[in-house]
């Protein structure tokens, strides 16, 4: 069985950080890109932050970067999303996946983060 289960969300005062986590299992995490998407209310789900399976490649959204840093550690079938300097714009559920190819095969439950000014 596939799953992927995210935590480390929680309430954080604005410019504080978080670091969320996210395992994997029921594939071969090596094999796929992973990534972290969120969707705030009254919006689409919008991609954050990415890890390509070939070389580990991160690659950010505009708006997290400089803040944001994804790691993989395939020893653990674990991807993190470290954040920092968070703003109240961050707040979101944020929801990790993974795909071969390109992301979108499986998705996380989703973790809240919430930015308070």
């Known amino acids: 069985e596939v799953q992927l289960q995210a935590c480390g969300g929680g309430l954080v005062q604005a410019g504080g950080s978080l670091r969320l986590s996210c395992a994997a299992s029921?594939?071969?995490?090596?094999?796929?890109?992973v990534g972290w998407f969120r969707q705030a209310p009254g919006k689409e789900r919008e991609g954050v932050a990415c890890?390509?399976?070939?070389?580990?490649?991160?690659y950010y959204a505009d708006s997290v970067k400089g803040r944001f840093t994804l790691f993989r550690d395939n020893a653990k079938n674990r991807v993190y999303l470290q954040m920092d300097s968070l703003k109240p714009e961050d707040a979101a559920v944020y929801y990790c996946?993974?795909?071969?190819?390109?992301?979108?095969?499986?998705w996380g439950q989703g973790t809240q983060v919430t930015v308070s000014s």
């Open positions: 996946t993974a795909g071969l190819g390109s992301l979108g095969d499986y």
């Open positions: 029921g594939f071969t995490f090596d094999d796929y890109a």
């Open positions: 890890s390509s399976s070939s070389d580990g490649s991160a």
